[in-house]
C-alpha cells in the first residue's frame, strides 16, 4: 500500500530561523510529489509539484526537493506569515489521485 | 488562473434539512473531486468524478449525493446529516494525465449540523 510519511507533525521556530520539513513516500512509479500549504478553515493551496529525483523548485522562503525516498520543503529566515500545515501527497502508479500526508503544523515567532 | 470557488462559504443544518454545496471551476479541468476535512486532519476522499461520469465513490453514506451537471460544476447534496458531518468540505479538480496532476482546491464550505 502507498505510504507517505510528514515529519515533524508540529515545529516552532522564532522568526529568522530556517529549517526543514520532510516527506517521505513509499510507492510505486511516482507520477508526482505535491506539496501545499493550509491555513487554519482553508482551502489548501498549491506550493509545488516535483515529478522526478533532482528536482528542486522555489518561490520566495520556500524551496523544495525531491530524492527517490523522499521531498524537503526548505523555510529559509520564516516569517510569522509563514505560519500554516503544510501537507504533502503523491500521485503513484496508475492513479492520478494523490495520497496525503498528515501535515506538518508550522508555527514562527516573531 | 488556477481558481475553484465554491458556495457557500458557511453553512449550519439541521438533522432533517435538505442543503447543496456548488463547486466550479474553469480551467477545464475534467477531473473533479470532493474532500471531507476534520479539525488538524488531512483531506479525506469522498468522490471523484472524471469526464462527468462518478468513478469513485469512498464508501460514503447515501446522505451525500454528488451531482456533475456539467465539466465546470460540481454539486454535492446534503440530506439527513448527522452532527458527526460537521466538517470542512473541499472541491478541488486536476487533469489526469501524466504530468497534469496538480490539484488545485478551492476555499472550502464550513458546515455545522446541528
Known amino acids: 500500500e502507498d505510504q507517505v510519511t510528514q515529519s515533524p507533525e508540529a515545529l516552532r521556530l522564532q522568526e529568522g530561523e530556517s529549517s526543514s520539513l520532510n516527506c517521505s513516500y513509499t510507492v510505486s512509479g511516482l507520477r508526482g510529489l505535491f506539496w501545499y500549504r493550509q491555513d487554519p478553515g482553508k482551502g489548501p493551496e498549491f506550493l509545488f509539484t516535483l515529478y522526478s529525483a533532482g528536482e528542486e523548485k522555489e518561490k520566495e522562503r520556500l524551496k523544495a526537493t525531491l530524492t527517490k525516498k523522499e521531498s524537503f520543503l526548505h523555510i529559509t529566515a520564516p516569517k510569522p506569515e509563514d505560519s500554516a500545515t503544510y501537507l504533502c501527497a503523491v500521485a503513484a502508479g496508475g492513479s492520478y489521485i494523490p495520497t496525503f500526508g498528515r501535515g506538518t503544523s508550522l508555527i514562527v515567532h516573531p | 488562473d488556477t481558481e475553484v470557488t465554491q458556495t457557500p462559504k458557511h453553512l449550519v443544518m439541521g438533522m432533517t434539512n435538505k442543503k447543496s454545496l456548488k463547486c466550479e471551476q474553469h480551467m477545464g479541468h475534467r477531473a473533479m473531486y470532493w474532500y471531507k476535512q476534520k479539525a488538524k486532519k488531512p483531506p479525506e476522499l469522498m468522490f471523484v468524478?472524471?469526464?462527468?461520469?462518478?468513478?469513485i465513490n469512498e464508501s460514503v453514506p447515501s446522505r451525500f449525493s454528488p451531482e456533475c451537471p456539467n465539466s465546470s460544476l460540481l454539486n454535492l447534496h446534503l440530506h439527513a446529516l448527522q452532527p458527526e458531518d460537521s466538517a470542512l468540505y473541499l472541491c478541488a479538480s486536476s487533469q489526469e494525465g501524466r504530468g497534469q496532476e496538480t490539484q488545485y482546491f478551492g476555499p472550502g464550505t464550513r458546515l455545522l449540523v446541528l
Open positions: 468524478y472524471s469526464y462527468e461520469k462518478l468513478s
